[in-house]
């Protein structure tokens, strides 16, 4: 089955700077790929996903990039801010019955 | 709209009992599934139900049980409950597209403890 692996576990970042986390996947027929937020106590939601016929996908701070050559896609936000702080879920998805592989999560602290 | 409604939200048992956790979603989606979430460990397939009538297991399915009531509910039964299953229980849904995924809805969790 699909692996998908985050690396770093933890990101410390001052308010204001950018941060960025990758997940690597294991399945070359992955073709939907989201992203969750998780906050302290609270349930995952999604923030942003992208599929495989498409590169790179920008929602206001946010975006995510997708790389299928290396088999990896990246988080990225931009002038981030303490309600940034959270933990971040990569997941894949080769389709057909929509089971989602999810990474172990990043936690990230933005620093005011 | 309620999205996806789980209960209860906290449950405490003693090994050997059993329990059933209750999910139900208003968005007419398709696919429901459970996952068990552990510090360090991310999200865990338990089980999933990808249409009304049909189950299947996922990464982690001992000890557990499910039952797609209908297709708004999708309960997870822990005959009986070892220390091991202490966790956070997310239901959740989705509605897939014949030929692509889509992202999930999850309830709000419930958190389990075995004594």
């Known amino acids: 089955g699909e692996n998908v692996e985050q690396h770093p576990s933890t990101l410390s970042v001052q308010e204001g700077d950018s941060a960025v986390i990758k997940c690597t996947y294991s399945?070359?027929?992955?073709?939907?790929f989201p992203w969750y937020k998780q906050e302290l106590g609270k349930r995952p939601q999604l923030i942003i996903d992208?599929?495989?016929?498409?590169g790179e996908k920008k929602d206001q701070r946010i975006a995510v990039t997708l790389n299928k050559t290396a088999k990896h896609f990246s988080l990225h936000i931009t002038e981030t801010q303490p309600e940034d702080s959270a933990v971040y879920f990569c997941?894949?998805?080769?389709?057909?019955?929509?089971?989602?592989?999810f990474g172990k999560g990043n936690q990230v602290v933005v620093i005011p | 709209n309620a999205g996806v409604t789980q209960t209860p939200k906290f449950q405490v048992l003693k090994t050997g009992q059993s329990m059933t956790l209750q999910c139900a979603q208003d968005?007419?989606?398709?696919?429901m599934y459970w996952y068990r979430q552990d510090p360090g460990m991310g999200l865990r397939l338990i089980y999933y139900?990808?249409?009304?009538?049909?189950?299947d297991k996922g990464e982690v399915p001992n000890g557990y049980n499910v039952s797609r009531l209908n297709k708004r509910e999708f309960s997870l039964r822990l005959e009986s409950a070892a220390p091991s299953q202490t966790s956070v229980y997310f239901c959740?849904?989705?509605?897939?597209?014949?030929?692509?995924?889509?992202?999930?809805?999850f309830g709000s969790g419930t958190r389990l403890t075995v004594v």
């Open positions: 968005m007419n989606h398709n696919s």
């Open positions: 997941a894949a998805s080769a389709g057909g019955d929509n089971r989602l592989a």
């Open positions: 139900s990808a249409s009304e009538g049909t189950t």
């Open positions: 399945d070359s027929a992955s073709n939907y």
């Open positions: 992208i599929r495989s016929n498409v």
């Open positions: 959740a849904s989705s509605a897939p597209g014949l030929s692509s995924s889509a992202g999930y809805t």
